[in-house]
């Protein structure tokens, strides 16, 4: 067992402490201005050996804090903000190209070569700094390794294209004009200055390139190194050499190379169901307060579900993104797929955010609904679909932020083109605040029966830009907010007590009035203490306040009015009139608390030895002998 952990040890980190270096103990070798030299020159004889070893150990304490500083600045993200720009650089190098210009015309060749250096001296340092930035932002962007080493290596791959040894013997030949010829004397400090900044930069570069983790945490799995040791040892197996010699040659990749791939994809293919269960274990440990078994258990399922298909999709992207590090050669192109692989990654987070926090409001959401009134439902599936937009939004910008493109530039372009935008999506914006207006209006909600001009029907559901309706024929209607927003709704829903009942009883003539009113006493006593009438008896309204703004029963829609009375003398009838309220608005329960009444009123009917009146009408038949006779029909 101990073999096999020194085995992984080997293998995991060996490589990235064998790719750390320190700072060499040899100091970089600058050329001082003359004025430098004689302030610093010893005769032979007196140059003592102690001093010599001080200076070098000046000079290499001095090396460590310059990389030491940019390691700093570059960890702190300050060259953002203290390096100037490139066009600083652009612009003096314009004019120095057209002073060379001139001086090529008039065979000013000492000024052309003065002026070259300066350029080259301008466009290292420009380039330079650029390096540093772009570290920095392919630190936030979180770029693999390799894009670090590629922009380390292409800076110095320019800085050693220019060659500084072309113009080291005028150097030397023009250091002595220097003190009577301005042009000299400029030629001698740019070439020192180019000097002194190439090697310091070339220093500093290769410092970096060689200790990338010191400005870079290292991540041995996306950076390949630990898997090269196991992709040799298969390459060198007898048999599978000769076969992966081709392959590399005429395929660009061995046989170690695609084994060890496949190995990637399948194990993470294995480990995806119980990697699951130990993230939803370990965040419901977290979360869960609770110690209701049933409470756990629901929140695991629904968290299990939540988080299912982003771990597995993440899974399967991570282990093709380290098959393409090992198989893949080519950096540009590795470097062209790796901010669409960061975006996925990005959006398979914020997918599983949204998807956690809709499944938790799917927990969590009654029991907030029922302690706290004046939260709706249509609210807070409003706040989750602007917070799903937001999440989107968040990818993209990342998205572009990963490709390079200047976020602030897009942002600035917005502002100027904010009036063409607001006009061209100004019925989407209208929609958006009629929206909101609904919302905090609270004029309907969810599952509301309402009415307008142009429609009926239940709520389905109320969206950023429309509502949907159902009517009651089961069709569908989608109704732009703005237009819902400005209409007459009659809302049927908005009642908490009372569904009207109303009903004229016809009574025949023939009955004796007393009858009539006894009978409508025992209608009123009856529908008195029925249980589902709303009377005072059967509900209880709080009492209200000496002034109110709006009457409590009216907002909430409290109804128990109770009204019984001998109506009228109707053509055919005497009417009593019945007029009150079922306790349940719900459409079923008040045809089922009507249906009581109606049976109850037929038995009192009865009771009281009337008799329900029906249309009649009386025909009188005039014959030759004026006789009348009745017919009654």
């Given at each position: 067992?101990?073999?096999?952990?020194?085995?992984?040890?080997?293998?995991?980190?060996?490589?990235?402490?064998?790719?750390?270096?320190?700072?060499?103990?040899?100091?970089?070798?600058?050329?001082?201005?003359?004025?430098?030299?004689?302030?610093?020159?010893?005769?032979?004889?007196?140059?003592?050996?102690?001093?010599?070893?001080?200076?070098?150990e000046d000079q290499i304490d001095s090396e460590n804090k310059l990389v030491d500083d940019v390691i700093n600045n570059i960890n702190n993200e300050s060259y953002l903000t203290t390096l100037p720009e490139k066009n600083y650089y652009d612009n003096e190098i314009l004019f120095l190209t057209n002073r060379i210009n001139a001086n090529n015309?008039?065979?000013?060749?000492?000024?052309?070569?003065?002026?070259?250096?300066?350029?080259?001296?301008?466009?290292?340092?420009?380039?330079?700094?650029?390096t540093l930035k772009n570290i920095i932002l392919g630190k936030q962007e979180f770029r693999n390794k390799k894009y670090f080493e590629e922009i380390l290596k292409n800076n110095i791959k320019q800085i050693q294209n220019f060659k500084l040894d072309d113009y080291a013997s005028l150097y030397e030949s023009e250091s002595k004009n220097s003190s009577v010829n301005k042009v000299s004397a400029d030629l001698v400090d740019n070439y020192i200055e180019l000097y002194n900044q190439k090697h310091t930069q070339l220093f500093v570069l290769q410092y970096l390139y060689s200790n990338i983790q010191k400005f870079r945490a290292s991540n041995f799995f996306i950076d390949e190194f630990n898997l090269k040791y196991l992709i040799d040892k298969i390459d060198n197996v007898k048999g599978i050499s000769f076969i992966s010699s081709l392959t590399s040659y005429h395929l660009n990749f061995s046989i170690g190379e695609l084994i060890i791939a496949l190995l990637i994809i399948l194990f993470f293919r294995l480990?995806?169901?119980?990697?699951?269960?130990?993230?939803?274990?370990?965040?419901?440990?977290l979360l869960i307060?609770?110690?209701?078994?049933?409470?756990?258990?629901?929140?695991?399922?629904?968290?299990?579900?939540?988080i299912n298909s982003p771990v597995i999709y993440s899974l399967y992207l991570f282990s093709i993104q380290l098959s393409m590090f090992i198989l893949v050669k080519d950096q540009t192109f590795i470097n062209s797929v790796m901010p669409w692989i960061n975006t996925i990654y990005m959006a398979l987070l914020t997918w599983a955010i949204y998807a956690i926090?809709?499944?938790?409001i799917s927990i969590y959401a009654q029991n907030?609904?029922?302690?706290?009134?004046?939260?709706?439902?249509?609210?807070?599936?409003?706040?989750?679909?602007i917070i799903k937009v937001v999440l989107i939004l968040v990818v993209v910008l990342f998205l572009f932020t990963q490709l390079g493109i200047d976020v602030k530039a897009i942002a600035a372009s917005l502002g100027v083109g904010g009036i063409a935008i607001a006009l061209a999506a100004k019925d989407t914006l209208a929609n958006f605040f009629a929206s909101l207006n609904i919302m905090t209006d609270n004029s309907f909600s969810q599952g509301d029966w309402i009415r307008t001009n142009d429609f009926e029907g239940t709520v389905v559901d109320i969206r950023m830009r429309t509502t949907r309706i159902r009517t009651f024929d089961n069709a569908m209607i989608t109704v732009p907010n703005s237009q819902i927003a400005n209409a007459h709704i009659m809302n049927w829903s908005k009642r908490k007590i009372g569904r009207r009942i109303k009903m004229s009883i016809g009574v025949t003539y023939e009955s004796k009035m007393e009858d009539i009113v006894n009978l409508k006493n025992d209608i009123h006593d009856m529908l008195l203490n029925h249980p589902k009438i709303a009377t005072n008896k059967t509900i209880n309204i709080s009492k209200?306040?000496?002034?109110?703004?709006?009457?409590?029963?009216?907002?909430?829609?409290?109804?128990?009015?109770?009204?019984?009375?001998?109506?009228?003398?109707?053509?055919?009838?005497?009417?009593?009139?019945?007029?009150?309220?079922?306790?349940?608005?719900?459409?079923?329960?008040?045809?089922?608390?009507?249906?009581?009444?109606?049976?109850?009123?037929?038995?009192?009917?009865?009771?009281?030895?009337?008799?329900?009146?029906?249309?009649?009408?009386?025909?009188?038949?005039?014959?030759?002998?004026?006789?009348?006779?009745?017919?009654?029909?």
């Open positions: 067992m101990l073999n096999i952990y020194k085995f992984l040890f080997i293998i995991l980190f060996l490589p990235q402490f064998l790719l750390s270096q320190d700072i060499p103990t040899t100091p970089i070798k600058l050329l001082a201005k003359e004025s430098q030299q004689q302030a610093i020159a010893k005769p032979t004889e007196q140059t003592n050996t102690d001093d010599l070893t001080q200076n070098i015309l008039q065979k000013n060749t000492l000024a052309v070569k003065r002026d070259e250096l300066r350029v080259e001296f301008l466009k290292e340092k420009a380039t330079y700094e650029d480990i995806n169901r119980y990697l699951i269960v130990i993230i939803t274990n370990f965040i419901s440990k307060k609770d110690k209701n078994h049933n409470l756990e258990e629901n929140i695991l399922f629904h968290l299990k579900d939540a926090l809709d499944n938790s907030l609904l029922e302690k706290y009134q004046n939260v709706r439902k249509e609210m807070i599936v409003f706040i989750l679909k209200t306040k000496a002034f109110e703004a709006i009457k409590r029963e009216d907002l909430d829609g409290i109804k128990n009015t109770l009204l019984v009375f001998v109506d009228e003398y109707s053509s055919s009838s005497i009417d009593i009139l019945v007029y009150c309220f079922s306790k349940s608005p719900v459409w079923e329960e008040w045809l089922i608390a009507k249906e009581e009444v109606m049976v109850e009123i037929s038995k009192l009917v009865e009771k009281n030895n009337c008799a329900f009146a029906y249309p009649a009408q009386t025909i009188f038949l005039k014959n030759d002998n004026e006789t009348k006779e009745k017919i009654e029909d």
